[in-house]
């Protein structure tokens, strides 16, 4: 009711306001609403995980952290855009340009690796125990706290064009076509080589996770595949011996397995999608010319990378059975001892 009531207000403040801006602030409003209530739910509910267990497992701790990149973007970005649109309030001065694009670009970025380094995992997760990728995935998990750290400064020095470029349409009287319109800002670069340089590397940070996630996500197909078939002839084989009583049995880590997987193919698969959209806008905005006159490839651009960043939650807290225990019951619900791969938390 609250969300009914937010999108009656602002539609009220948008009286007056070009039919341009109006489409362009519910769109930001429909990521705000999505994504900063279902990034909070999911970080709420780790902490309290936290809290019971006293430890998270490896899985657990990239998805507290993937959520807590994704809420960066939604709230950063989205909701400041909201509020600019609907001439709320406007913190795109010189400074707020340069915070809030290095923020975005930076948790954006963050949620790409931190994507992989969990689609990674899951595929690690079935190797069979005493193999060398089983020792990798120990390794992966002992020194969880080291990636992070190493995730953080990469995209962090990767993003600072966004601190030297970027200036507030006020400041913007002498444009080139090396530049991008942003709406509230502009981002401007010295020379055409040094923008299509950064464009470059903001492709090949998004395109080498991609491939490699998916590459990840087909090893987990294919092992959900013939995992499907070993328990289709387990059963037919139980069953012909003995009416089917023992064809049931160690269903369930391995069921939790399962589930854990094919929540982080959805995931996978959302990601290519949307940021597959996104990085297709920008080659088209680095290819085009004057692409300062008008912002839409901008918006679009925008749109579909903070929609992974809001819809992710979601498939999260459909597939993960301790977000979901502790969302239903805060107060009255008994910690949950799950054993098995820490990826079964998924």
């Not at 600072?160 to 991008?180: D, E, P, R, V, Y």
Request: glycine fraction near 8%; charge should be positive; include cysteine.
């Amino acid at each position: 009711m609250h969300v009914f009531f937010i999108c009656f207000i602002l539609c009220l403040i948008s009286a007056g306001m070009s039919s341009e801006e109006f489409v362009r602030g519910m769109l930001y409003v429909s990521l705000t609403v999505v994504g900063v209530p279902g990034n909070t739910a999911v970080i709420v509910a780790f902490l309290l995980l936290f809290y019971q267990e006293n430890r998270l497992l490896p899985a657990d701790a990239i998805v507290l952290h993937l959520a807590c990149a994704n809420l960066l973007v939604v709230g950063v970005r989205c909701l400041l855009e909201t509020l600019a649109s609907f001439h709320v309030v406007n913190v795109f001065d010189d400074i707020g340009c340069k915070a809030v694009i290095f923020i975005y670009r930076t948790s954006r970025s963050l949620s790409i690796w931190l994507t992989f380094l969990l689609s990674a995992y899951q595929c690690l997760s079935i190797a069979p125990p005493g193999s060398r990728w089983a020792s990798v995935r120990t390794s992966v998990a002992n020194y969880l706290g080291v990636l992070f750290l190493f995730l953080w400064i990469l995209n962090t020095c990767m993003s600072s064009a966004g601190i030297m470029f970027s200036f507030s349409t006020h400041n913007a009287s002498s444009l080139t076509n090396n530049g991008i319109n942003v709406e509230f800002c502009y981002v401007v670069f010295p020379s055409k080589l040094s923008k299509e340089a950064n464009g470059a590397a903001q492709v090949g940070r998004d395109v080498v996770p991609m491939v490699l996630m998916t590459v990840a996500s087909m090893i987990i197909l294919v092992f959900l595949y013939k995992h499907s078939q070993q328990v289709k002839g387990l059963r037919s084989s139980s069953g012909s011996r003995a009416g089917g009583g023992g064809g049931g049995g160690g269903g369930g880590s391995g069921g939790a397995e399962q589930r854990a997987a094919k929540a982080v193919v959805a995931l996978v698969t959302l990601y290519v999608v949307l940021y597959g959209v996104d990085n297709g806008l920008w080659v088209y905005t680095l290819t085009v010319r004057k692409t300062m006159s008008s912002s839409l490839m901008s918006d679009l651009r925008i749109f579909f990378s903070s929609l992974y960043a809001a819809l992710s939650p979601l498939v999260i807290i459909a597939s993960n059975r301790k977000v979901n225990s502790r969302l239903r019951c805060v107060t009255q619900e008994k910690p949950v001892q799950e054993k098995g791969t820490s990826l079964a938390t998924m």
